[in-house]
């Protein structure tokens, strides 16, 4: 089971009936009608070459997207799964550009690895995931989205226990 499947029931009411950005989905977006953007591939409409690590400059070529793509304008929702912790620029540019994708009022949806409670290796518990460039915890994520202003935290959630190690972060963009 992906990562995105086990909350998809908690975060619907922010991805129905809305225009979604699946950041990080690989071949499977968290819904059917989400765009998807994916680390080194294109975006899918239209075909723009930019990625998530793009940096944070509101004159970039990744802000272009949001003017071209079908039906224009932001998105009311940008929702990623396991893709933060992988990214190599700070986690605050990284979620300062990403935001930069959502309308005003509109919501930033993030599940991410609580490092507390994941494994990467059953025989060396000490072991980190060499792809993780961050280790974030529930504690420290909150320190990043305090450096952030024109936020707001709407929702918070721990999925822990068998098979689960995470937690689910519900961002909204001040109007």
């Known amino acids: ?23 990080g989905c690989g071949d499977e977006r968290i819904v059917p009608w989400a765009d998807g953007a994916d680390d080194g591939r294109e975006w899918p409409k239209p075909p723009a070459a930019i990625t998530i690590n793009a940096p944070v400059d509101p004159d970039s070529k990744g802000l272009d997207f949001l003017h071209s793509r079908p039906g224009g304008g932001y998105f009311n929702t940008v929702f990623s799964s396991h893709t933060l912790e992988h990214i190599r620029a700070p986690v605050i540019e990284t979620l300062h550009y990403w ?13 991410l690895p609580d490092e507390r409670y994941y494994v990467y290796d059953v025989k060396n518990r000490k072991a980190r995931n060499p792809t993780h ?11 990043y989205l305090q450096q952030i ?22 961002i909204q963009r001040k109007k």
């Open 1 to 23: 089971m992906s990562e995105s499947r086990k909350i998809r029931d908690k975060i619907l009411k922010y991805l129905k009936g809305k225009s979604v950005l699946d950041i």
């Open 133 to 143: 460039r961050h280790y974030l915890t529930y504690d420290t994520f909150i320190w």
């Open 149 to 170: 202003p024109g936020i707001i935290m709407k929702e918070y959630c721990q999925d822990v226990g068998r098979d689960r190690y995470s937690f689910l972060v519900v």
């Open 99 to 111: 935001l930069c994708f959502v309308e005003p009022g509109g919501h930033l949806v993030l599940y």
